[in-house]
């Protein structure tokens, strides 16, 4: 009896995770926010703009786009992996990676989305060079994203693996 409600209770605390989904989505909107007013100031300062500043404003673009994309993924795959599953019946545009999404798969767009955005990041401090970014902070840049990569590679390689084994 007591083992059963031990269960029970573990089993809809899962429950508990979903106003973290909920404040995702908020920061979402946030995130979208973002993306509006950087397109605003993209938009406002275009014909002033050098070829490497529209560039650049295109990758900021791009930047906050994937973050989004991140973001998204955590919100249905956390919530379809964690807390319940979420039934596409009835919605012909639902994607088909939303209910299809194990935490490998998880844990692998995950990190495919922060390697874009670390390379993403690198490329613009690679345009921004001529005015006056320190070498130091490129190494930097650079290292983290390679530590990013090598991570993926591992995590990828690790799940073969144990895919392998099973």
């Known amino acids: 009896m007591?083992?059963?409600?031990?269960?029970?209770?573990?089993?809809?605390?899962?429950?508990?995770?979903?106003?973290?989904?909920?404040?995702?989505?908020?920061?979402?909107?946030?995130?979208?926010?973002?993306?509006?007013?950087?397109?605003?100031?993209?938009?406002?300062?275009?014909?002033?703009?050098?070829?490497?500043?529209?560039?650049?404003?295109?990758?900021?673009?791009?930047?906050?786009?994937?973050?989004?994309?991140l973001v998204l993924i955590v919100i249905f795959s956390g919530y379809e992996n964690f807390v319940s599953k979420i039934d596409p019946a009835g919605h012909p545009d639902w994607p088909e990676w939303m209910t299809r999404v194990d935490f490998t798969g998880l844990k692998q767009k995950l990190l495919a989305s922060i390697v874009a955005i670390s390379a993403i990041q690198l490329l613009k401090a690679f345009m921004d060079l001529p005015k006056g970014m320190s070498e130091t902070t490129l190494t930097w840049l650079v290292i983290i994203h390679v530590v990013f990569v090598g991570s993926s590679l591992l995590l990828a390689w690790s799940d073969k693996i144990m895919n392998d084994k099973h």
Not at 13 to 19: D, E, G, L, N, Y
Request: aromatic residues 10%; without cysteine.
């Open 2 to 69: 007591i083992e059963r409600l031990i269960e029970s209770v573990l089993f809809r605390s899962r429950w508990i995770m979903a106003p973290f989904y909920l404040g995702l989505v908020v920061a979402l909107l946030v995130v979208l926010f973002k993306f509006g007013s950087e397109l605003v100031h993209f938009v406002s300062h275009a014909t002033e703009a050098s070829e490497s500043d529209t560039i650049l404003g295109v990758l900021a673009l791009v930047d906050i786009t994937l973050t989004g994309n």
